[in-house]
């Protein structure tokens, strides 16, 4: 992919979207003192140049989770947060960060932007490191993989969809956003489609959906699951 298939766009007041086609999305979000990158995904060769057109504060990475697709361009920078569960992940991937230096950070780190706290919260069953940022002032979720329309990859060893459903289900309860950034597909979501989310794993899990071959290259016996518009590959 080239930089022609870059989307930037605000999606809230300081706060803007880097998408790579329909795939991946990363996230600037930005305070009144510094701003946060919420992924270095996709293959932008001028990330870095366009996050700072977008601003002059100084700009801390941190990352959903260790996939591929979400560190492309952490080459670009010096270091970026993330959970110690996916260091490994990121270590024995194929992806070429760099020089950056991985800093561990878990869920209740609060990244004070200045006039704007972003706060960690694991999510995990995508990947053991799952981790989502709330900005609770402005009700905002950046959900990372794990809460997207999918189809979700849940088929890697790293996956595990009893603990996906029940942080669906936590976050279900929760009340404190009225709008969820996925790092896939479909943005902004509203709240009540994590009830969908579960609607559909509780329906894959119990058997009740029949699973399809799925429209692209991934491990045999892989088979994707939709309910809706939402769905997994498992
Ligand atoms: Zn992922």
Same mark, same amino acid.
């Given at each position: ?16 979207a ?64 993330? #959970?110690?569960? &996916?260091?490994e992940?990121i270590?024995?991937?194929q992806?070429? *960060? /760099?020089?950056?230096?991985? $800093?561990?950070?878990?869920?209740g ?36 993989d ?5 189809p979700?990859f ?9 603990v ?10 929760? #009340?404190?956003? &009225? ?9 902004? *979501? /509203?709240?009540e489609?994590? $009830? ?9 899990r ?29």
């Amino acid at each position: 992919m080239n930089e022609m298939n870059y989307n930037i766009h605000q999606v809230a007041e300081n706060t803007w979207a880097m998408q790579e086609g329909t795939m991946v999305s990363s996230y600037l979000v930005i305070g009144s003192e510094t701003a946060l990158l919420i992924d270095a995904g996709g293959m932008l060769p001028e990330m870095r140049e366009r996050v700072e057109e977008l601003t002059g504060l100084p700009v801390t990475v941190t990352l959903t989770h260790g996939h591929g697709d979400h560190i492309h361009c952490l080459k670009q920078f010096e270091s970026a947060c993330v #959970d110690p569960a &996916d260091i490994e992940l990121i270590r024995g991937g194929q992806t070429d *960060i /760099g020089k950056c230096v991985l $800093k561990p950070i878990g869920p209740g780190h609060i990244f004070d932007l200045g006039g704007r706290q972003i706060e960690a919260l694991g999510l995990r069953g995508h990947t053991r490191g799952g981790l989502a940022y709330l900005d609770r002032q402005n009700r905002l979720l950046f959900s990372g993989d794990t809460i997207n329309l999918g189809p979700v990859f849940m088929f890697m060893p790293e996956s595990d969809f009893d603990v996906l459903i029940a942080e669906l289900k936590r976050y279900d309860a929760m #009340d404190d956003f &009225d709008l969820i950034f996925p790092a896939h597909n479909k943005h902004p *979501i /509203g709240p009540e489609k994590i $009830k969908d989310m579960i609607a559909c794993a509780e329906a894959v899990r119990d058997g009740k959906i029949e699973g399809t071959e799925p429209q692209r290259p991934l491990p045999p016996g892989v088979k994707v699951y939709m309910k809706g518009d939402c769905g997994f590959f498992r």
